[in-house]
């Protein structure tokens, strides 16, 4: 096998809990990042060149596209023959609402972002099932619509958090306005409120997970204070347990992974890294944080965990997750360091024997997860572009999606290498989900089959 097979050695595909799915095939892209949150696909004889037609040429291996009303940057997931993506759509204006009261750096009140807006509008936030073979929408529902708690970034949308399902029932997270379990034919199973959740005005982003019995959402806001991870009865909506937090406001969606002897549910944070029990929600450990708000989501290969933040400082931390207590940043849980390479937004991908940084302009770079040594860096895409959706593999490729909405599909191994440069013609967000024989890209406007004839 090649030295960058998908899915090779320890924790690779297959050994990442995907106790967070259901173990029916009926669940092909389960979540946030696809099975076990990883962004790595075993699909096979995927297109690697696609684009839209246009006035004197065809399409090429778009199956189909279909508009989605609104706007959302939740990534698609994908359960049987249905894709499910969500999003808000605008509606009538409230004079006078104002948003919430955010807090600076120093705890005094105060902050305002000048990039967050929209608290003064009602939005309607939907569930839209798609039919994965026809793109024809299956069903629409409405999970809410009023106003909403607090601003949103202007690039952002209050239909960020990208769903989950165990095959028999989806959920969808609206933060602040809420939790809602649908079966596969759209009838609701039940709705959970989470309360108010803050994030400086920027809006949400954090996507739920499952862990055999349990739907688990960490809602970290603002300084600390009111932060908390939370796993609900994925059958009732009902609370199982919960853990307090002291962590700042982050956007990291937590992993669960197999340490060997025990389960972990590990659980970004500027301040700390925690592990906790997922079945319990007891604390394993804690570590020093990544000092800044932690927007990307932690991935895992080789036994190793690799968390990543990019605002306020560039890291990359390296864990091996054991022991218990405050760990800080001892020898036996911290492997490496790398301060340079990581994104605000979007997050890296770990495949075999490598883990790959993919900055915000699109420059990559490509680190070995065992010993943290520099194997390229400064890997860069043909055009400039802004990257906000995270990358995905298949086949020994990597695939990066630009805000453009450009698709550069790039060599997956310690030499970095452009392959071929696709283009679904408008803006996108969203990372892309992989099932079915199919890449299923999410544009600002359309939802995208891209398969081979």
């Known amino acids: 096998m090649s030295r960058a097979t998908l899915g090779v050695g320890r924790w690779g595909l297959g050994a990442v809990v995907a106790l967070s799915v259901s173990s029916s095939a009926s669940a092909q892209w389960p979540q946030w990042r696809g099975p076990g949150g990883l962004g790595i696909s075993t699909e096979k004889n995927l297109p690697t060149q696609w684009s839209p037609a246009t006035k004197d040429k065809a399409a090429v291996n778009i199956g189909w596209q279909t508009e989605i009303p609104g706007r959302g940057h939740s990534s698609p997931i994908v359960a049987g023959n249905l894709v499910f993506v969500t999003t808000s759509i ?5 004079p006078g609402r104002k948003a919430q009261e955010h807090l600076k750096f120093d705890y005094t009140p105060g902050y305002i972002h000048p990039d967050a807006v929209d608290i003064e509008f009602k939005h309607a936030l939907k569930v839209f099932a798609v039919d994965a073979k026809t793109g024809k929408v299956a069903w629409e529902r409405t999970a809410y619509d009023g106003v909403m708690f607090d601003d949103r970034h202007r690039k952002n949308t209050f239909a960020s958090s990208t769903m989950v399902t165990d095959g028999e029932y989806v959920y ?12 596969l034919q759209g009838t609701m199973a039940w709705k959970s409120d989470l309360g108010g959740i803050i994030k400086a005005g920027l809006g949400p982003g954090t996507s739920p997970i499952l862990y055999k019995g349990f739907l688990i959402l960490q809602c970290d806001q603002e300084m600390g204070t009111g932060s908390y991870i939370v796993a609900l009865d994925k059958k009732t909506g009902r609370e199982r347990w919960r853990a307090n937090r002291d962590t700042r406001r982050s956007w990291a969606t937590p992993l669960v992974i197999n340490a060997g002897t025990r389960d972990e549910l590990i659980a970004s944070g500027a301040e700390m890294v925690i592990s906790y029990d997922p079945a319990t929600g007891k604390e394993l450990w804690r570590a020093n944080g990544t000092q800044s708000h932690p927007i990307p989501s932690p991935v895992a290969t080789k036994g ?3 968390l990543t933040a990019g605002s306020q400082a560039k890291v990359v931390m390296a864990m091996k997750p054991s022991g218990s207590g405050d760990l800080k940043d001892s020898k036996e849980l911290l492997m490496w360091r790398y301060n340079k390479g990581a994104a605000y937004v979007p997050s890296p991908i770990a495949i ?13 770079t490509c680190l070995d ?7 390229y860096e400064g890997g860069r895409v043909p055009v400039p572009s802004q990257f906000f959706a995270s990358p995905v593999a298949f086949e020994d490729k990597i695939l990066l999606t630009s805000e453009e909405g450009d698709s550069f599909v790039i060599e997956a ?10 283009s679904v013609g408008e803006p996108v967000y969203a990372s892309p989900a992989i099932a079915n024989g199919t890449i299923y890209i999410r544009g600002d406007r359309h939802l995208f089959a891209i398969r081979k004839p």
Do not use: W
Not at 90 to 94: A, C, L, T
Not at 413 to 422: A, E, S
């Open 304 to 306: 190793l965990v690799f």
């Open 172 to 183: 969808a997270s609206f933060e602040s306005a809420g939790v809602y379990a649908y079966n």
């Open 90 to 94: 605008k509606g009538e204006e409230v």
């Open 413 to 422: 191994g310690p030499v970095h290498k452009v392959l071929q440069t696709n």
């Open 352 to 364: 075999g024997d490598y883990l790959y940084l993919l900055s915000d302009t699109g420059i990559m």
């Open 369 to 375: 997860g065992v010993t943290g040594e520099r194997k």
